[in-house]
C-alpha cells in the first residue's frame, strides 16, 4: 500500500478543504473541436454538442423519450436463451463480462425494444445499445431483434430499428454469426406482410450487423457524422493497396453515393419517421397544429 498516497494526500486534502465534490463527467469534450461543454447542457440538447453538431451517444431512455414524450410504453416480452453456450472465456469469463455490462445498463442485454404511438399510429420501436458489450449481436440480441420484428407482423404496424453496434459477438462466435441469416428471414417476414421496415444507423453501425439486418430496411436514415460500413478503414486499405476518401463510411459520404438515402440530425428524427411513416402506410397528415404539440396530443387527436 502505498502510505502517502492513500492515507497522507487525503488527510491533507481534507484539511485543507480541496476534497472533490464534483462528478468526473461534469464536463464533455467535443470529438469535433476539443470544446469543453457543460455534461447538463448536452444532456438537455439529446447529446448533441450546441455549437459543433456533433452527435453523440445517447442512452434508450432518452432516445424513447424523445420520440415519445411521457407516453406509457409496453415492453415487449423477449425469449430466454443459454448466457454461455460456448463457455468461453478470454481474459475474463463471458459470464462475468455479460454481468458486468448488465449492471452499467440495467439491461439484460443489447437490445430494448417497445410498442408505442408515434402521432396516432401504433409502431414498434428497437434500440440497439452500445453500451452494453458494443451492440454487439450475440443469441439474445438476436432473439429480441426477431422477436420484436414478429410482434410488428403481429400488431400489423410500422418498425423502426435504430442501430449501433460493432458487429457479431465474438464470444458466441459461429453462433453469432449464425443470427445474421436469421434476422434477414424475419426481416423478409416484415416485407412480405407489406410493414414499413425503417432503419435508423446511428454511431457506429459495423460488422456483421451492417451486412444483415441494418441494410434491409425500406429506408434508411444516418444521423450526422455516423461510421457505417462493414470492415474499418485500416483493413480496407491493407486490402486493396489504396488510400480511401476523406470521410469514407461517414453518413454523409454515403448518402452522396446512395447507400442511405438521408442524413438526418437528431431533434429532425421523431417528424421525420412520422412523415415517412404516414407517407408509407397511407395515412392521413397530422394537422400541422397537432404535430406541433405533445406526442401524447398527437395521439389523442
Known sequence: MNWIKNFVRPKIGNILGTKKDTPDNMWVKCPETGQMVFYRDVEANLFVI???????RIPPEARLSHLFGDQKLTAIELP???????????????????????SKTGQNDAIRTVVGTLDGIEVVV????????????GSAAAEAIITSMRAAVERNCPYILFIAS???????????????????????ELRDAGLPYIA??????????????AMLGDIHIAEPGAM??????RVIEQTIGEKLPVGFQRAEYLEEHGMVDMVVARHELPKTISRLIRFMTGAAAVPEAIAQAEPNAIAEA
Open 200 to 213: 435508423v444507423l446511428t454511431n457506429p453501425t459495423t460488422g456483421g450487423v451492417t451486412a444483415s439486418y
Open 228 to 233: 457505417i460500413g462493414f470492415a474499418g478503414q
Open 50 to 56: 450546441p455549437d459543433s453538431g456533433h452527435h453523440l
Open 166 to 188: 460493432g458487429g457479431a459477438r465474438m464470444q458466441e462466435g459461429i453462433l453469432s454469426l449464425m443470427q445474421l441469416p436469421r434476422t434477414t428471414v424475419a426481416v423478409q
Open 80 to 102: 430466454k436463451v443459454n448466457d454461455d453456450p460456448l463457455k468461453f472465456r478470454d481474459q475474463k469469463r463471458y459470464t462475468d463480462r455479460l454481468k458486468d455490462a448488465r
Open 126 to 137: 428497437t434500440i440497439q445499445d452500445f453500451a452494453f458489450m458494443g451492440g454487439s449481436l
